[in-house]
Structure formats: C-alpha cells, structure tokens
C-alpha cells in the first residue's frame, strides 16, 4: 500500500519537543515521536488539524503557498469566504476588505458565499428528492470530515451527498467566467482560496471528490489577516465595489449556517473531530434512521473555528452574527426569495458535472491478506496482553494498542515501552548478581570478591 | 504455528447497565477493520450485533456476545439465561412487541429488534425456552 498522501499538516522539527501532546490527541492515531521529534504517518493523517491546534510549542502547522507563485499566473482571482470576513469587526466592510486584497496582489475577488447558496439549493434538492433507505445523508462540506469517513467509516460513504463544497463550485465558475471574458487560457489564470484550515489545503493538493480541482493553491486565513491589518494604514480611502452572496451565503462560515441556508429542519450540525467521530458512530450503527442531513465539520464552531484562523473563533462569530444582522435588514423575510434574488451567476457548475465517488481508504487493515491479518490481530493482542496498558505515550504511540499494532508491522520493538525495558534491566541486573555469586576455581577465598552490598545496590536483592 | 483459519471474540454484556452499551458490538467492528472484512458486511454485523446487545442489556438481564470471524464469513452468537420468549413466531414479527399499551402509545416498543436482526445476517437461528433463555445464532457472509 504504497500510495502517496499528499497533506497539508507539516511539523516543524527544530520546534517540537517529542512530547506527548499531539501524539495523543490526533483522532486517526496518526503521530509518533521518533528520534525524539513527532512524525505523521502519511497513510493515517486526515488533515484535520487537531494536532496543530493541541501543540503547545507551535511546532505543528499547515503548508500553505507562496504569494511569489501568483507571478506564475496573467490572471489571479482570490476566494473570499465567510471566515475571512469573520476576522474583522463588522464596521469593516466586505468592500474594505476587497480593496485589501486587491492592494495584496490579487486582480479579482469572488465571494464564495455566493457559490454556497447554489450549493445549498443543490442539497436541499438532493435531500428533497432522496428515496434511498440509507439516512441521514451526510455533508460534503469538511474535507477532514470526508477524509475520516474515509478512514474510519466507509460504509458511510454512500450517504455522502454528492455535491461540490462551495470553494470547488466558485473556482469552476469564476475561472471559466474570467478565461470568457478576459480571452485568456484557464491554465493562465490562478484561482487561489484563503482557507482557515489544513484539510480545504490538502483537498486541494490531492481531492478525494472532485475530478479536477480548479483552485491552484491556498494561503493560510492567518497569514492573509496579517498582510491585510500590516497594510491597513495604507489603504487610503479605497473601497471597491463588491458582488457577495445574501446573509444566506454568509452563514456558513458558523456552525448550523449550512443547514439554515438550506432550509433543513430536519437535521442537525455536528462540530469538533471528537464530536464528528461520535455521530458518525452512532450513524453507522443505524441510530438516526429519521434524520435528513447531517451538517459535520470537523471544527468546533465551524469554519472560523479553523486551526489557520487569526481571531478567536467567539469573537470571529460575534462579528459574522453582526454582519449577517446588517445584511438582514435589507434583505426580504423570505429566505429562498433573498437567494435566489442573490444568485446572479449565470451558468454557475451542477455538482454532477463535476463531483467523482469518493473510494475507501483502508487503515486499520493489518495486512491485505485476511488470513496473515488474522494472525497478525492474535499476536498483536498476545503483544497487548504484555504491554502495562498506561498509554503513557513514552514508547513514542499514542497507546499500547498502537504500539502492539506498530511491533506486530515490524515499526517498534516491544523494548521500546520503557516499562518493559525497566522489567528487562531488573532481571538483567539479577542476573548478574547471580553470576558475580559463581566463585572461579582458580581464585582463593571470598574475601577476593569484595564489593557492595547488594542490599544497598538493589532494593529487594535479598528477597 | 497451526494456519489461523477464525479468530475468535467472547464479551459478557451485563444486564440493565447503559454504561456499557454498544461495546461488544464496537470491539467485534474494531477487529473486523482490523482484519479486513469489507466495509458493507462490517456494517451489517456491526448493527445486527448491536440490536442484539441492546435486548440482552434491556430484556435478559444480560448474556454473551461471542463471535467467530473467518475469511469469508462470521458467525454471531448471542445467549442468555434470561426469562426466555415465550412465542418466538410471534416475537418475530415486525411490529410485535412486549411493551405494554401505555409504554407504546408513547412510542416505545416499535417491535423491530429481532425481525432488524433477520435483515441483516444471511442466516438467522433463535432458540429459546420460557425460564431457561435465548440463544441466537446469525450468520453473515461477505
């Protein structure tokens, strides 16, 4: 199983401490310390971002591209999606921050919360029109979601809905739009997506659901937020014009905002990896049959609780909930009369012109071959019978079942647990006690032998 | 080294107790992954065994779990010493429950454990004795 992963999380080496943190917080048992520095395993990572979240030392980040590559490009368009304008208090408006990213390097921007609201018509179809018996369906949103789906559930696969996550939707659309009318060829024009997450990178790097991605890279919402607020005492008075998409697009930068778009009672919206890993459980065991949709981002709050945030995922929701209040005001009552009032993007991409099945990927296989897995499953439990079940993490695996599973694959010897190397040294050390007790036949009487007490030398000795 | 043709699983599930609900069912998924059964059967053996685990917590008073996994099938095992049923055609038919008038009007008892349990093994034994207890076999190919 040699495929290649391509992902977005990255460790900084001269930063980590090979301590235990991420190590035991990352939801797929990706991570181990190995010469004393974390190491990910690229068949196991998700892209989730938990670690990043969890280090201490901010030694775990997520890649992202270079501003230097939009020379590459005649034509750049930027994605500006609801956690970017999250980032700043309401007062600043969409228009400020277009006129920002304009100053940044970027010829055009597009809102992606207009592209959403087609995805939500898109999914509250789907749901509408669904005979099928497998319930809830379930978003296509969060790729870490769909990568742990992958991972860990993929009996859930068919109930994924087949639908493009608003980004994909938009850089389709915009990059077509702008190859018409500025007569250049798609390959000239970089679409590029500010993205407060690893996983939206690393779907974008090696997608698991779309044929052919037309973003070309991503920046980091952080690092974008950084250039802007460095820039801000330069912009003058500019102020450019903006298109966005209705209150409707923008709430989905929060928890629960896919769902009202979409105008879906029955569902509910699930957030954090933690909390995705639990419904999804419950799902594969049947225990919500009656339920439509299920909204699973694998960010406690949503998109603008992503790892590559700059705000505070509670302030950057006060300041969506302001500004979504201010686009109310104007808006009509009538939530599908005000998107639809909204979308004005002619010929915009059906996720079915675009969207691939998403494959299985198996993990927890310990071998391809059923019956070397079987034997390898009855010696990695025999290993774990004699493993001290601490999970304390110093053998450099998050647990002793993780260990027992790397000894079995040959990754770890059972002499890394340093509670079984201990037991070794003990009896080791016996050992030689015994031995230095043999008299040689050439040597005279004890008092040749003198040394320490080993009562002193070894607690227990005389027992 | 014998060939390990099956391996085998064994839970005891303790009676009246939530706490521990859905266990054995998760360790028999967590091994089936671990081996490499396909994903679509792993979800059939997964539910079945898990509506069974339920009835053992809520109707016997609790029971065994015990499961035999081979390359191409698994045999699931659930027993009990508990009160036994007393009309087994009956209790396998959809709909049919043992909760009272009240406990359904308020939407207990749909009656779909057993028949759900049916649904998704390839084969499916229930044997049982008024006072001696139940035992249930399924069968699951893939």
Aim: include cysteine; glycine fraction near 8%.
């Amino acid at each position: 199983m040699a495929d290649q992963y391509l992902h977005s999380v990255r460790i900084l080496r001269d930063v980590c401490h090979g301590c235990t943190n991420c190590l035991k917080s990352c939801p797929t048992e990706a991570i181990r310390v190995r010469n004393g520095k974390a190491m990910i395993l690229p068949s196991r990572c998700i892209d989730c971002g938990t670690c990043i979240r969890r280090c201490t030392y901010h030694a775990a980040t997520a890649g992202s591209d270079n501003m230097e590559m939009l020379k590459q490009y005649k034509y750049n368009i930027v994605l500006a999606a609801p956690s970017l304008y999250a980032q700043f208090p309401e007062k600043i408006s969409a228009g400020v921050i277009w006129q920002s990213l304009h100053d940044l390097g970027f010829d055009e921007i597009f809102d992606v919360g207009l592209a959403s609201e087609y995805i939500a018509m898109e999914i509250a179809d789907y749901v509408k029109n669904y005979t099928g018996k497998r319930k809830p369906l379930i978003s296509a949103t969060c790729p870490a979601v769909l990568r742990l789906i992958q991972v860990k559930f993929p009996e859930l696969i068919k109930q994924i809905v087949p639908i493009l996550p608003p980004a994909e939707a938009a850089a389709i659309y915009i990059k077509s739009k702008a190859a018409r009318e500025h007569k250049l060829a798609k390959a000239d024009i970089g679409v590029w997506f500010i993205a407060p997450c690893p996983s939206k990178g690393a779907n974008i790097r090696q997608p698991v659901d779309v044929i052919h991605p037309e973003i070309d890279g991503y920046f980091s919402v952080k690092e974008i937020y950084t250039r802007i607020m460095k820039n801000m005492s330069n912009l003058g008075s500019g102020k450019r014009n903006v298109t966005t998409g209705s209150s409707y697009g923008m709430c989905w930068g929060s928890a629960g905002g896919e769902i009202a778009s979409a105008g879906l009672v029955n569902a509910i919206s699930v957030n954090g990896i933690e909390e995705a890993y639990e419904a999804l459980e419950q799902i594969s065991m049947n225990k919500m049959p009656t339920l439509d949709y299920l909204e699973c981002n694998a960010c406690q709050g949503g998109c603008i609780g992503g790892p590559m945030v700059a705000e505070n995922k509670f302030v950057a929701e006060s300041n969506l909930k302001r500004r979504i209040a201010v686009m109310r005001e104007h808006e009509p009552a009538d939530r599908e009369e005000t998107m639809l009032a909204s979308m004005v993007c002619k010929g915009f991409p059906l996720s079915q012109d675009y969207t691939i099945p998403i494959k299985p990927r198996p993990m927890m296989q310990l071998d391809d071959d059923i019956i070397e897995a079987m034997k390898k499953f009855e010696q990695m439990e025999d290993v774990l019978q004699s493993l001290p079940g601490l999970d304390c993490g110093a053998c450099g695996a998050p647990s002793c079942q993780c260990l027992a599973e790397d000894i079995v694959q040959g990754r770890a010897h059972d002499m890394d647990c340093i509670y079984k190397l201990r037991g070794q040294v003990r009896k080791l050390a016996y050992g030689m006690i015994e031995l230095s007790k043999q008299i040689p036949l050439t040597s005279g009487p004890e008092e040749n032998l003198s040394g320490p007490d080993e009562k002193e030398v070894l607690p227990g000795a005389g027992k | 080294m014998t060939e390990a043709k099956s391996v085998k699983m064994n839970f005891e599930v303790p009676g009246q107790n939530f706490d521990r609900a859905g266990e054995a069912s998760a360790k028999l998924k967590k091994m089936l992954q671990h081996i490499g059964i396909p994903a679509a059967a792993i979800r059939r053996i997964a539910i079945g065994t898990y509506e069974g685990e339920i009835n053992l917590i809520i109707h016997a008073g609790g029971g065994k779990v015990e499961a035999e996994i081979f390359p191409d099938h698994t045999v699931v095992v659930i027993s009990d010493t508990g009160p036994g049923i007393a009309d087994v055609k009956q209790a396998m038919q959809e709909g049919w429950s043992t909760a009272s008038e009240e406990a359904r009007a308020m939407g207990f008892g749909a009656g779909m454990g057993l028949p759900n349990m049916m649904n998704c093994s390839d084969k499916f034994d229930i044997h049982s004795h008024l006072g001696e207890g139940t035992t249930i076999t399924m069968n699951f190919d893939y």
